[in-house]
């Protein structure tokens, strides 16, 4: 049985503070395959890397992001929250990530302009890629339908993945969205996951990679039904479980 890739989510995230240096080079030190991120634009057009519209959560800033610019949220701290092993870590850009880590490990690009769709991300994110010599270890995912297919035209050498809300509320992305051209993957959320997607997923060639899945049984039970990709929080643990190790 083919073992599914290992994506640590926003970095091993389990062990150092999401979406920073760290966390992405301890994924890599972990044995992770890839790593996933959360890409934003800043208010003078730098692309960050965060999870949340707000720093409260993060940071020790507070308020929208997109309120500052880059000079003042790379001020902020972004470790401290996690642990004080971690003070003074900052926002890293895309440009740092890929520098720092890109040359070991997949990055899954998420483009998070949720709340600001009609900004310039995903041009700045391309921007940025098209200085990589190989971006054959990328991939772009959004919950945004409009995000994937600007990618696709900018760049359509790097797949996209279509991301979908748990329940209910994903199932039109799950069912309908992901059979119109454009998408390599479906990112669904783990619990929607059964063989009769994932068979007819694979049927047309489309990958399933699915977030976020930090229990054994869980990962056990998705291996088993073929998916391509987990994205855990935990990678030592995910190939620990998978006898990876």
Request: proline letters at 5%; a negative charge; hydrophobic letters at 40%.
């Amino acid at each position: 049985m083919m073992q599914p890739l290992i994506y640590a989510h926003r970095g091993a995230s389990a062990y150092a503070p999401e979406n920073t240096i760290p966390a992405f080079i301890l994924a890599a030190d972990q044995g992770a395959d890839g790593i996933e991120l959360d890409a934003k634009l800043t208010r003078d057009g730098r692309v960050i890397v965060l999870h949340d519209p707000t720093l409260d959560r993060t940071t020790n800033g507070s308020g929208n992001y997109k309120k500052y610019g880059f000079e003042e949220l790379r001020r902020l701290d972004a470790g401290a929250w996690f642990s004080d092993h971690y003070r003074g870590e900052k926002i890293p850009t895309l440009e740092d990530v890929l520098d720092g880590v890109g040359d070991r490990l997949g990055v899954n690009i998420e483009l998070t302009n949720y709340t600001t769709l009609h900004d310039d991300l995903v041009e700045h994110v391309v921007e940025i890629l098209k200085d990589i010599k190989n971006t054959s270890r990328i991939m772009f995912s959004s919950f945004s339908t409009g995000n994937l297919h600007k990618a696709k035209q900018l760049l359509p050498q790097i797949p996209c993945g279509l991301l979908a809300f748990p329940g209910w509320s994903g199932w039109w992305a799950r069912e309908v969205l992901i059979h119109t051209p454009g998408y390599s993957a479906l990112h669904p959320f783990h619990k929607d996951i059964n063989a009769r997607m994932v068979g007819k997923l694979h049927q047309r060639t489309h990958q399933v990679n699915v977030w976020t899945v930090n229990d054994p049984a869980e990962m056990r039970r998705l291996k088993m039904l073929g998916v391509d990709m987990l994205m855990t929080d935990d990678p030592l643990l995910a190939r620990t479980t998978l006898g990876m190790e």
